[in-house]
Nanobody, 123 residues
Framework: QVQLVESGGGLVQAGGSLRLSCVASGRTFSGYTMAWFRQAPGKEREFVAAIRWDGGRTVYADSVKGRFTISRDNAKNTVYLQMNSLKPEDTAVYYC????????????????WGQGTQVTVSS
């Protein structure tokens, strides 16, 4: 079992930045593919970014490419999402997810999920 706790959300003006963190506890963190998803009101949960267990490969949704950066620190059992040049359409609840596989997928086929952290971008 893996427990995931997100933090770092908040209210920011368009063009601003936020860094989300997700701390994992339970099983060995380093063996998991980690990802961030988001869900806006009335919309389906969508993929944002993912990172391989060793940090050697990352995948991004087209909508955030060049603005967001995913990274991880296996020694701290933590994955980060640096979000720059934020837009109002980035407003959503952001979820951290873990997958017990080295294969990165962009669907919601992840084994563990956090409770989410709200990100609100004002125009």
């Amino acid at each position: 079992q893996v427990q995931l706790v997100e933090s770092g959300g908040g209210l920011v003006q368009a063009g601003g930045s936020l860094r989300l963190s997700c701390v994992a506890s339970g099983r060995t963190f380093s063996g998991y593919t980690m990802a961030w998803f988001r869900q806006a009101p009335g919309k389906e949960r969508e993929f944002v970014a993912a990172i391989r267990w060793d940090g050697g490969r990352t995948v991004y949704a087209d909508s955030v490419k060049g603005r967001f950066t995913i990274s991880r620190d296996n020694a701290k059992n933590t994955v980060y999402l640096q979000m720059n040049s934020l837009k109002p359409e980035d407003t959503a609840v952001y979820y951290c997810a873990a997958r017990a596989s080295i294969v990165i997928v962009t669907t919601t086929r992840y084994d563990y999920w956090g409770q989410g952290t709200q990100v609100t971008v004002s125009s």
